[in-house]
Structure formats: structure tokens, C-alpha cells
């Protein structure tokens, strides 16, 4: 029993204990509580698969809320993508989808109650007199001249708040708790203030609306939520966070946090990814570079793959920048069991077998997936004319190299060995088209000859071949730990993250896939047929290759 507490993370060790002693009933409630103003990314992905996955592993609730207290940046496009991403990583909310603004209501009546405590207050100083008011981490605040307002004044000033009869920016309603406190969160917050907008879901209803720190704690304790899991930008918070539920006396809700996902070479802030899309830098939101979840999504990452890299980079008490290798490895792990194989050509050049039948094409067994026997063997049409790729060929090769070369031999996967016995070049100087001659008696599967050779080649039929554009995308951008940089942080873009192959040639499969369709290019990498792809243009994105070649490049 030791052991397994042992391999638990904190997390999980504090509501063993909690459960133990009975607490809360021994209930274990938790909750995702997104902002809609902006598409998920691989950060959320981490805290959805904690949440979910600890309602999950106790037999508990997960709820989803939409933290909805800001008019301003906040669209029902972000509540559906958010809903899809969730969905997508394979997480459930039953009929637990809850807003914000469902407590609008109750949210009012609180802070009622805190300004008939005497604990919350009307002030019309301007957010710039307020703020220096609240003083440094190291210099106390300076109370404001409001701050004993009586309570009945501060009720009326409210009251007219929400009848709309003050504009933006004149008036707000603060908590009153400590000036001198060393947490600056406590320095009497503003929980209420002004911004005549339409809302998302309640339209033109409020005019006034609360605070995150307001909104957040309360939302908990409305729902039962045994333990509110947040990343450790709101350790901060906490205080503000049990003040609020211990002085309305509300069901105590209780804050834990944990070092959110810093991911090498990736950018998780929103405002910055909103800058990389508005400004060009990729096309979109869901951009195959970028990291947000339909993103990594369109690129070709399968949801097991998120769910097992959140599992292996575990749960810390600190920040730290996780290694985007290990996100990679996930993904190849997991494709590497369900993708089927087929043959592609990125970069093709012309080989010409001079002696094979003029006007012969046969069908040639090939295996769909060596690590699952039940995907079974397809046909892949062979002839005179094959495309092989540009790199597979050099005119004097170097000793170590296995692949084709004048009066060299390699086998053509599924096909037979080939010997290489000439080649044209353009007026340029590039190598126009390749000849070679074949050994009827090597053909893969029937060979009886005994022949060995070094190389095995990737290749496409000419005649059957099917054109596709396809886009490798690599890292957004060059510098891994982007926390720490001094300059903007768009100097340190990849240019080289997108290179668009399109004069690709694939086996004829291919263009019967579907878009979300991923497979394996033998010998390349795993792939995904793009969202946008149809009949008229096939369009095929790499989500990784069959190796980190990223180290070896930049080692």
C-alpha cells in the first residue's frame, strides 16, 4: 500500500486524505472553469485531464463552467470550440454545463450582503488614482477617502450601478479588508464594476458585472466544489478567494494549485497567440503550429496521445518547462500502433526501369500496419515508371550512403532490387530522370536468390500516382524556453516552420482517405489529411517525424 501512496502525486494524496476523513462526505467534486475569449491550448489540455481524470479516478463530478464575467473579450465561437476540444480529448460534463453569469443574480445579492456588512464599499476614484492608492509589494496602500462611505449610501450607489445610471469607469464597488496587507490581492479589490455591453447569454440584463476574484470562489461554493484546482499564477488569489467564502459563510470551497504546462519552444499566453493570428504570423487559430488544442488537433495529434503526455509529465508543486520531445514521442507511440503505412514522395524525380514490359502494370502485396495484424494487406499498382525521392539518389555518393547511386542496388519496398544504370540531366544541371534495370527474381516476398542490399526505397507509381501538396510543419518558433527572453518574443519565430511540398506524388489509396484520415509515410513520418482537403486539391499536413531530428539538427 505504501508504494502505490508513494507513486500518487499531491494532488491526489491530499483527497485520499480528505476522503479517508470523511470530508465533504468524502465527496470529490471538481470543475473546468475556461474563460471563453480564446481557443484552448495544450496548457488547458493539462488541466482538463486533471480535472476530469481525478473526478474520474474517484468516482466523482467534473463540471464545466465558463468563467463568462467579461463582456468585453468573450464569444460563443470560444464556448463552442472549448466544448469540441473538451469532447475531442475524450471528457464528459453530462448535463454539468454551467456560466458565470447563471449566478449573476446570487453574485449581486453577496455582494449586498458584504456592503451591509460593512465590508465592501462604493469608491469614484479613477482606476489610475486606485491603483496607486494600493501602494507596492513593499509600501503599504493608502486607504481611500470612501472607504468609510456609509452603508447606506453604498447600497444606493449600487443599486443605480445596475439601473444603468452611471457610465463606465466613474464608479466601483470594492471589498474592505487591508490596506497594509503584504498580499496585494487583499488591498481592498475592486469586485464590481461598469461596462455597458451586451453579454454573451444575458444580453442587455447587467450593465455591472463582477470581478474574476469575485465571480470564481463563489461559482465553487454554488456548486459544491470539493477542490478547486488552478494553476499557481492564482496561489496569489487564495486569501482573497477564502475571504469572500468565509465572510458571506457560503460552502467553504477549497483552492489547491499546480505548476501549469510550460512546453519548450511554445507560446501559451492568449494574448500573444491572439497577436500571432491577427498579425499573419500563422493562419488561424487552429494553424498546425500553434499550440492551441484544434491546432494540434488539425496537425494530427490523437487525443490518447495529449491524455498519455499529461500522465507522464505528472503533476508539480513548481514550474518547469516540459520538453516538447516527449509530447512528440507521445504521438509516434501512439500512431505507431494504429497508423496504417503507404507510400508517398515528396520530392520526386523520375526512375525508369528500361527493362521491365512496356505497357505492364501489376498489383504488389503490401502490409498496412506491421504492429497490427488485423489491418491487414492492400494492393499498390507497379510499372515501367516510378517516382523516388530526390534526396534517394546522388550522383557520387559518399561510402555511407545506402540508397541509390550509379551502378549501386536497392530494393524497392514491396517491389524488387533495382540497379541503377544511368541518368539525364536538365539544362539546369538537376537530375531530370533516373534508369535503372530490375531482377525479376527479387521480387519482395519471392525472392529466392539470396541477394542482399543495404538500401530499401520508398517510391510511387508514375501512371497511378495521385498529386498532393503536403505541408511539413515543424516548431513555431527556435528558442525552447521562451520565459526568459529579454526582447520581443516574435524575433525568435522559426522561419523555417512551414515548408510546403507541392509537387508531392502518393500511392492511389490516398485519395480515397477522408480528411482526419493519418497514416505513416514509410520511412517519413505520420501524417494527416487536412481538414480543408477535397477532391480538387489533397492536402496532407506531417504531424511528426519517425525520429527527433530536431536535437540532431540543433545539438
Not at 3 to 24: R, V
Not at 72 to 80: G, L, R, W
Amino acid at each position: 500500500m505504501s508504494t502505490e501512496k508513494e507513486s500518487l502525486n499531491f494532488i491526489e494524496q491530499m483527497i485520499e486524505k480528505d476522503i479517508a476523513e470523511g470530508k465533504n462526505e468524502s465527496r470529490v467534486h471538481t470543475r473546468f472553469p475556461p474563460e471563453p475569449n480564446g481557443y484552448l491550448h495544450i496548457g488547458h489540455a493539462k488541466s482538463i485531464c486533471l480535472n476530469f481524470g481525478i473526478a474520474e479516478k474517484y468516482k466523482g463530478l467534473c463540471n464545466l463552467r465558463f468563467d463568462d464575467t467579461n463582456p468585453e473579450k468573450e464569444e460563443t465561437e470560444y464556448v463552442d470550440s472549448i466544448k469540441e476540444d473538451i469532447k475531442w480529448l475524450g471528457f464528459d460534463w453530462g448535463d454539468r454545463e454551467y456560466y458565470a453569469s447563471d449566478y449573476f443574480d446570487q453574485l449581486y445579492d453577496f455582494a449586498v450582503k458584504l456592503i451591509k456588512d460593512g465590508k465592501a464599499y462604493i469608491d469614484d476614484q479613477s482606476a489610475e488614482v486606485i491603483s496607486e492608492q494600493r501602494g507596492t509589494p513593499s509600501q503599504p496602500g493608502k486607504a481611500s477617502p470612501h472607504r468609510e462611505r456609509p452603508v447606506e449610501e453604498s447600497l444606493s450607489i449600487f443599486e443605480d450601478m445596475k439601473a444603468g445610471k452611471y457610465d463606465e469607469g466613474t464608479v466601483v464597488l470594492r471589498a474592505k479588508i487591508d490596506m497594509s496587507s503584504p498580499i496585494m490581492q487583499m488591498r481592498d479589490p475592486v469586485i464590481y464594476r461598469i461596462k455597458k455591453m451586451a453579454h454573451h447569454r444575458t444580453g442587455d440584463k447587467w450593465c455591472i458585472y463582477p470581478t474574476y476574484d469575485f465571480a470564481h470562489g463563489q461559482s465553487d461554493s454554488i456548486e459544491g466544489i470539493t477542490h478547486s484546482l488552478c494553476t499557481l499564477e492564482f496561489a496569489a488569489h487564495r486569501p482573497l478567494y477564502n475571504w469572500f467564502i468565509g465572510n458571506l459563510g457560503i460552502f467553504p470551497s477549497e483552492q489547491t494549485e499546480f505548476a501549469r504546462l510550460n512546453l519548450g519552444y511554445t507560446i501559451v499566453s492568449k494574448r500573444k497567440l491572439r497577436e500571432l493570428v491577427e498579425e499573419g504570423h500563422v493562419d488561424g487559430w487552429d494553424d498546425p503550429r500553434m499550440p492551441t488544442i484544434s491546432g494540434i488537433r488539425r496537425r494530427g495529434y490523437t487525443p490518447e496521445s495529449i491524455r498519455s503526455f499529461a500522465d507522464k509529465i505528472g503533476v508539480a508543486k513548481r514550474n518547469g518547462i516540459s520538453d516538447v520531445a516527449l509530447l512528440e514521442f507521445s504521438v509516434r507511440e501512439d500512431l505507431n500502433k494504429k497508423a496504417n503505412r503507404v507510400l508517398g514522395v515528396l520530392d520526386p524525380v523520375k526512375l525508369i526501369i528500361t527493362n521491365y514490359p512496356d505497357g505492364q502494370t501489376e498489383l504488389l502485396d503490401a502490409i498496412n500496419n506491421p504492429e497490427d495484424e488485423s489491418a491487414g494487406k492492400r494492393q499498390i499498382p507497379f510499372s515501367k515508371e516510378i517516382y523516388i525521392e530526390r534526396d534517394d539518389f546522388m550522383e557520387e555518393p559518399p561510402n555511407k550512403f545506402f540508397r541509390l547511386g550509379p551502378d549501386r542496388e536497392v530494393r524497392l519496398k514491396y517491389a524488387y532490387i533495382v540497379k541503377c544504370t544511368g541518368f539525364k540531366k536538365n539544362h539546369a544541371g538537376a537530375i531530370e530522370e533516373i534508369y535503372a534495370e530490375y531482377d525479376p527474381a527479387t521480387k519482395s516476398g519471392q525472392d529466392t536468390t539470396g541477394k542482399k542490399v543495404k538500401g530499401t526505397l520508398g517510391w510511387v507509381d508514375a501512371q497511378a500516382g495521385i498529386p498532393a501538396e503536403v505541408r511539413l510543419y515543424d516548431r513555431l518558433f527556435k528558442t525552447e524556453n521562451l520565459n526568459n527572453i529579454e526582447d520581443d518574443y516574435r524575433n525568435h519565430l522559426n522561419p523555417d516552420s512551414l515548408t510546403i511540398m507541392d509537387q508531392a506524388i502518393v500511392e492511389p489509396s490516398v485519395g480515397n482517405m477522408t480528411p482526419g484520415t493519418q497514416f505513416q509515410f514509410e520511412r517519413m513520418g505520420y501524417f494527416i489529411i487536412d481538414k480543408k482537403s477535397d477532391s480538387s486539391k489533397l492536402t496532407i499536413n506531417r504531424t511528426v517525424t519517425l525520429r527527433d531530428n530536431w536535437a540532431k539538427q540543433n545539438g
